[in-house]
């Protein structure tokens, strides 16, 4: 990502952006490349200013995503069943932040993301992860770790409205015994309380051609590492990232 077009932006610490933490959302996500999103950054400058911490502008993350034997979250979301749930663990690099995290997608389309703190990702889950999760779910689930997956993210907020912005690039998917990297795409998620369609994010997306577009970075993991898994829905959203980054 071009440091200069960061640069460009206003800057907003951690603290002051966890006042818009948006833990019960709707998103609405964004695929393109980063040559694209270079052409959309201008547009935005004056209205949002960017997540800073230490002169850091472009975090690290790492998440550890954990499923059944027979991958019942990632079959749910292929299936389309509307109310469901991903569990994972995400390591905020740049702050030195663990959380153990569940989102749960509603009929309604809107997510609630609930999380907890833990010192570091786990590979077996501990006895209060497991707490965690059975009083967060409600079900008495078990798991495993399945699949890792590692970005970089930027992030803007609304000088306005509540109102985030993420931006994901340099992603990166491993198993135990294979990897795969999705380096040319970038992956916008608007993530807001009630969904505005005339905010500058949106606007400059629509002058610049880029639409709407479902994209789970689990699920897109899953379907291309393993391949004796059912992928058939995202053979679509596979076509147009095959197409984005050739």
């Known amino acids: 990502m071009d440091p200069y077009s960061l640069s460009q932006f206003e800057p907003i610490a951690l603290k002051e952006m966890n006042s818009v933490s948006l833990l019960k959302r709707i998103d609405t996500k964004f695929l393109t490349t980063e040559t694209k999103l270079l052409e959309v950054l201008p547009y935005l400058q004056n209205d949002y200013r960017i997540l800073e911490i230490d002169e850091n ?8 995503y954990f499923d059944t ?59 209060k992860s497991k ?69 500058p994010i949106y606007k400059a997306l629509k002058v610049n051609k880029i639409r709407t577009s479902s994209f789970s970075k689990y699920c897109i993991g899953v379907a291309n590492l393993f391949k004796d898994t059912k992928a058939n829905r995202f053979k679509e959203l596979n076509l147009k990232i095959n197409k984005l980054t050739n």
């Open 57 to 64: 502008r472009l975090m690290n993350y790492a998440t550890l």
């Open 69 to 127: 034997e027979d991958l019942r979250s990632y079959m749910e979301h292929h299936n389309g069943k509307a109310k469901r749930q991903k569990i994972r663990m995400r390591k905020y690099i740049d702050s030195d932040l663990c959380f153990l995290e569940i989102k749960e997608k509603q009929n309604s389309g809107m997510t609630n993301k609930t999380r907890c703190t833990i010192a570091d990702l786990e590979t077996t889950l501990s006895t």
């Open 131 to 199: 707490e965690f999760i059975k009083k967060t779910t409600k079900k008495d689930l078990v798991l495993k770790p399945v699949l890792y997956n590692y970005f970089q993210r930027f992030t803007l907020v609304n000088t306005q409205r509540s109102e985030r912005v993420t931006i994901d690039s340099c992603l990166n998917y491993k198993t135990d015994d294979t990897t795969k990297a999705l380096q040319k795409i970038v992956v916008i998620e608007v993530k807001q309380e009630k969904q505005n369609v005339q905010t």
